[in-house]
């Protein structure tokens, strides 16, 4: 995933803007790989903007990273799920 960052600014005052990489917070191989859940770890030492610690639960985020660890299956139907 890319994000648009601001370099610079040209003559006019425009912004010069240039793609960054980001990698995604969550990952389909497991919770334990999962950027994400260091938002939420007191002091949110992994969480680029601000710590949200607080916002879920334990049960919240247990429920999250048993999603993640079973693959992170959009799909209901297990017949609709593409195969890898």
Not at 30 to 41: E, K, L, M, P
Not at 48 to 69: N, Q
């Amino acid at each position: 995933m890319d994000e648009q960052v601001q370099i610079g600014v040209d003559a006019m005052g425009n912004p010069i803007l240039a793609p960054v990489s980001v990698p995604p917070s969550m990952s389909a191989a497991g919770a334990r790989v999962s950027t994400f859940f260091s938002c939420f770890d007191a002091g949110g030492g992994g969480c680029p903007s601000r710590s949200h610690v607080g916002y879920l639960s334990g049960a919240e985020l247990k429920l999250l990273a048993e999603w993640l660890d079973i693959g992170a299956q959009y799909y209901n139907n297990p017949f609709d799920v593409p195969v890898m």
